[in-house]
């Protein structure tokens, strides 16, 4: 008997953790950005895109609203901004 | 073919026989020359398979895991402390169901540190889902290790299986032993074609998280498939073996003259041939004793051991663990069986041979004589009392 | 069945003492069994091999402390292994001496001396007194043929060219050094 042992890889992109983004979202500025891509690189869903400076954008889809991508940031070019607020 | 050989190399050929793509496997004393050999196999060119030099035996448990989930029959090997120390990996490798082949050469836990030979180790892994045969000569060693790989690779069984061989007695000692052809073993084990496997054109992921809702699931299919598929394969297997090769080893248990016996004796290993020679003994002088050999450890095979011990009077069980504490393992486990019976046997259990304690004819004279006084649940054979002291000393 | 009990030293060849007569044993049509006793397990430590044999498969797993025969490859260890303790009645000791060896007499046993290292050094070059007594055993026992004896050696050096034949040289001269 077995039971379950296991999955179809790359099932996780079926699972939209953006749905888990409760209080705030990062807004990508894209005034000051250098185009380090530190935001990509320590994203946990690697859900940034972006290669050019004043390029990089998270996909909202997945985003859990973690803001490391604000804190990492360099030139402070991402800000955590409430849901309520506007786009 | 009969050759005379150290048990070691009976079990590096019989591994080469069943051509693993992957060994794995770290030294340790007495464990050290099968891999030895299987080295020099791979060295010369004779077996064709990725001999992986580890740093450890986590490493090298690690490596035969990564191996089989790849969908490569794999072999490692070990003693003791390499044992436990791979015991993380090895329950993940029976909870992957990846049917890894490991030869345990017998030998005691640290500390006091001990090269010798008792169980301790193999039994320390008895609950982590392995299939576990017990072997009494080298024949039964590299029998084991051919029809092993044949169950736990069954598609319907998926288990790894661990043939445990006294450390020294066998794996040092040298007799005489049938070598099988490869002719033979190739129409008896065919190559492995797991029903999983990680491959790129068609990705899986293994090893998942289990979290409350599916975990008691995954344990609950192993307790099945180890107490249904597994005991009712083993004689099916064992026959097919027979077929090809001419002996049946590979049993649930073995009896030896228990049909009229009012004392049986349960033990598993090498100590088993000492104890047939001590009944023949007896028996000589018109004592009707027998003996009961656990052949296969885990699954327990309940059903067996309780129809062949109900008819005696007397059961006296002789094991090389002991769960400190407690009592003896397989003495837990047989009382367990006449748990509320009517009609049971008295049972006692011995503790003997630990760390290489020699356990001779005597220890089994001995232990008969006491089976058939009162009930005692662990009795330790041979001690020396002049090395137990009520108070610390510095000697 | 008849047991033999080696005293020797670690990486004095006790074990293939035991392994070479187990085979030639075994090319009689004869079951053996030969182990290792390690104490140490260090180069130098006492230890002991094991052999017994039989028409019959070998069951019995334990040490032997009643010997038919002992071989003791060591003339040092006569004393301090105290080997001739346990020998059953009318058993053979052969024992490697040196020009310095006390006489000893077992009790109940016939004791039979042979210079193995001095053979050995003439013959091999070294002082690896066990294929000398290998020899030496096949005359006193009668268990086993010499040319067993060396069909076995010459299995067990065959990846060994350069010291077979001195080995088997060795094993002819403790054969005929039994009067």
Redesign the interface.
Known sequence: MFSILVAKAGSSKDNKTGSWRSVKRPKFLQKDCIGCGLCKLICPEACIEGEEKNTYRPDYDYCKGCGLCAYICPKKDIEMILETEEK | MKKFLEGSQAVAKAVKLAKPGVISAYPITPQTHIVEGLAQFVADGELKSEFVNVESEHSAASAVLGAEACGVRSFTATSSQGLILMSEVLFNIAGMRLPVMLVCANRALSAPINIWNDHQDSIALRDSGWIQFYAENHQEVVDFILQGYKIGENPKIMLPVMVCMDGYILTHGMEVVDIPSQEQVDKFLPPYNPPYKLDIDNPLSLGLLGDPTVYMETRYAIQDTLNNDVLKLIPQVSSEFESIFGRRTLKLVETYKTEDAEVILVAMGSVAGTIKDVIDEERSKGKKVGLLKIVTYRPFPKEEVFNILKQASRVGVIEKAISLGSDGPLYTEISALFSGEKNSPQISGFIAGLGGRDITEKTIQTVIELVKGKKTSCIFMDLNKELLWEDFRVI | MKEVKIFARAGQGA?TT??IL??AL?YEGK????????GA?RMGAAMNAFLRFDEK???????I?EPDYIIVIDPTLIESENVFSGLKSQAKAILAVRENTPQYKGEDSQVYRVPAEKIALEVIGKPFANTVLLGAFSKVSGEVKLESILKAVETRFKDKPQVLGKNLEAVRKGYSSIG
Request: hydrophobic share 45%; aromatic share 26%.
């Open positions: 074990i035991a392994a187990g085979e075994f079951y053996t069994y030969a182990f290792p006793h390690f397990a498969p070998i069951r019995l797993r334990s040490k402390y």
